[in-house]
């Protein structure tokens, strides 16, 4: 008998338990090739498969062509792709999601079973040397550098915020702070953009991030890109984000969890529900303005697009959540905007206002696309060029 690899039983159950769907497997890999045989066992058929390449004998159908499979009602995707699918898994879910109508997280027709092991020359994009807690590393660095970080002449841009702006752990095939690199340089504007990016806790350790590592390198610019996301009640069941938010979850920050190993003494657990969370994002701004006064640099916050926030047909159309729900997310977002210093902050909820196809400017119902990138980029870069143009040429 061949060996199976082993998926949560709850996984089983709900493949046995609901059989009006019509199979499709998303990857040709190992998993993918477990799965079918998995799902044969339970008697059940897969109509296809889904890769980056089209035959016809195999009934292997290219993700481009997902459209071509009729009713969306029909169909259960279930995503088996391996890691050296990283590209066809970020294709494909976009793909999957404009086909069935709605990018909703917990989409009951969208499965997702995954394996971390990775072929070095099939994902040299993606690959991690090392990981601890919320820091990646890849080629010995904690972060990803596009422009030449040697060039004393060049405007030092450094970005902080979600996984948007993460460069290592990256969620696009083009991250944000590539694309923000070629439009500077497009427009000759000598930069070098350093993505920092963090994974696990975002919001909460951009401060610590800053101090423990940022504030070493030379910085003419610092962006946090922090969004209104901490706001969204989908994600944070709490009020105290900077001791509780870890990577969307309400349990304590790691760093707490971990105390009890390292210290004897009396502990809190960090938690004070009587702080709001605008409360916070104004103490986190007022920490990054003092300093910027004190290591003499310029700071942003920028809002990147939501897509809770833009125009409710967009938002229905991605996402799928009622008229109510994305009013209070838009009411939400103007109160964080003006919390906010409107002198440093820079509101770009609006760059994909006037898309036509929303599903292109995300991967799934959270994460901005490639596409989506370049277009908060132009929009990032001109208001970069038209602040600093002239005073970067002579800064150093």
Known sequence: MKRSIVLHYNIIERLAENDRFDNIIVGTGMIAQDMYRKLSLLGQDVSYAIGDREDEEKRLLHYQDINKLGDPKR?????????????????ARSAVYRFLGVAANNHPQVLFSHAHDILNEKASKII???????????DGKPYTVYGDERDGKAFFI?????????GIARNTQVTFAEHLSEKLKEAGFRAAVFAWGQSASPFSDSMLRFMRDVCH?????????????????LNTGVRNMLSTREGGMTGLHRFIRQLPGAYEGKRSNGMDH?????????????????????????????????????????????????????????????????ALDENITKDYSDVFDDVDDIF?????????????????????????????????????
């Open 158 to 166: 450094h970005l902080l915020g979600g996984c948007g702006m993460d």
């Open 274 to 338: 009587d702080v709001g969370l605008l409360d916070i994002r104004k103490a986190q701004q007022r920490f990054f303005l003092a300093m910027a006064r004190h290591y003499g640099f310029s700071y942003w916050e920028a809002v990147p697009p939501n897509s809770a926030t833009f125009p409710e047909k967009a938002a229905q159309c991605l996402r799928g959540l009622s008229a109510g729900y994305l009013a209070r997310q838009r009411t939400r977002k103007n109160e964080l905007i003006q």
């Open 128 to 138: 991690t040397d090392a990981s601890c807690g919320n820091t990646f590393f890849r």
């Open 360 to 396: 292109a400017m995300f991967t799934d119902d959270t994460h901005i696309s490639g596409t989506g990138n370049a277009l908060l980029a132009g929009r990032c870069s001109q208001d970069i060029i038209s602040a600093f143009g002239c005073s970067a040429l002579s800064i150093r």
């Open 217 to 233: 390198f030379r910085i003419d610019l610092l962006i946090l890109f922090s969004g209104i996301a901490d706001l969204n009640p």
């Open 75 to 91: 169909y259960r995707f279930i995503f088996c792709t391996d890691l050296d699918e990283w590209e066809l898994m970020i294709n």
